[in-house]
């Protein structure tokens, strides 16, 4: 069989680059897309994916059409799209009574609109080709709310309401559709937090640490294994225990 084509959106980011890497050391074939204009990101990135089979390709996931575009071309130059990881993501954090309309729809358009956007194009190829795995990367955050993320909240809860009716539509087409919802973890996104509300976060974890990237690229790549087709629609946290239900 030819090598699985996997697309990672943010895949220039803390834990979208361990996803690539995890996935490509796993013999897929990945496209990781990212905004474009960030000569010193991609150079990071180029020289962690060095020698594998990975390559980077500029996107806007909250733009409809430029998704389109990106699918058709994936299609077209590596013949499928397999895998979906969307895992673009951004925080604007602010209370309700002070987030403007802008803090609200920008984050709603890229962690929440973007699954759409993506999905709705590749989903097609997925379910004449009788095999697919999407993931989108939520949040424990969207699990139980967080103080100034009604936003964020919001959109990572909404991912995983996407989740479960996308895998129910095509879970008879060899499609599978999952969520994965990290807990706080080891990225320049939390580590530019101060110390001080880092140290708290910690202290609330019952693992005792904050996550590794590469424990939640090992989550995203045993969701899309070619033998996890009976695992769709679930939520799947990894959170060192910060969040647990049943
Ligand atoms: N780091 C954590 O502790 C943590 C916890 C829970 C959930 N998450 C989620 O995991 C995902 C990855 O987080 P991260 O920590 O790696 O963040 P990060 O900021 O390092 O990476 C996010 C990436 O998304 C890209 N991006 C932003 N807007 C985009 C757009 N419009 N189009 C294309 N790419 C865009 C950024 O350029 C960046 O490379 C996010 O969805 C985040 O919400 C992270």
């Not at 897309?33 to 990135?45: N, V, W, Y």
């Not at 309700?96 to 609109?113: A, E, H, I, T």
Request: charged share 20%; proline share 2%; net charge neutral.
């Amino acid at each position: 069989m030819s090598k699985r084509v996997a697309a990672v959106t943010g895949g220039l980011g803390g834990l979208g680059t361990a996803i690539c890497l995890h996935l490509a050391r796993a013999g897929h074939r990945v496209v990781a897309a990212d905004l474009d204009g960030q000569p010193e990101r991609l150079a990071a990135f180029e020289a962690a994916v060095h020698g594998l089979d990975v390559e980077f390709a500029a996107l806007d996931v909250s733009d409809f059409a430029a998704c389109g575009r990106f699918v058709a071309d994936v299609q077209a130059r590596h013949g499928a799209l397999d895998v979906l990881v969307n895992n673009a993501g951004i925080t604007r954090d602010v209370t309700l009574r002070k987030m403007d309309r802008v803090q609200w729809q920008d984050v709603v358009d890229v962690n929440l609109g973007s699954v759409f956007n993506l999905c709705r194009h590749a989903v097609d190829g997925m379910v004449e080709r009788g095999f697919g795995r999407i993931v989108n990367l939520s949040s424990v955050n969207g699990q139980t709310g967080q103080f100034g993320q009604t936003n964020y909240s919001a959109a990572k809860a909404g991912m995983h309401g996407f989740t479960m009716a996308l895998a129910r539509e095509v879970a008879r087409k060899g499609v599978t559709v999952n969520t994965v919802s990290p807990g706080y973890c080891e990225t320049a996104l939390v580590m530019r937090m101060p110390e001080a509300i880092r140290a708290d976060i910690v202290d609330k974890v019952p693992v005792g640490r904050l996550g590794r990237p590469e424990e939640i690229a090992r989550a995203v790549a045993f969701l899309v294994a070619e033998d996890a087709g009976f695992v769709t629609g679930a939520n799947l946290p990894v959170n060192g225990g910060l969040f647990m239900s049943f």
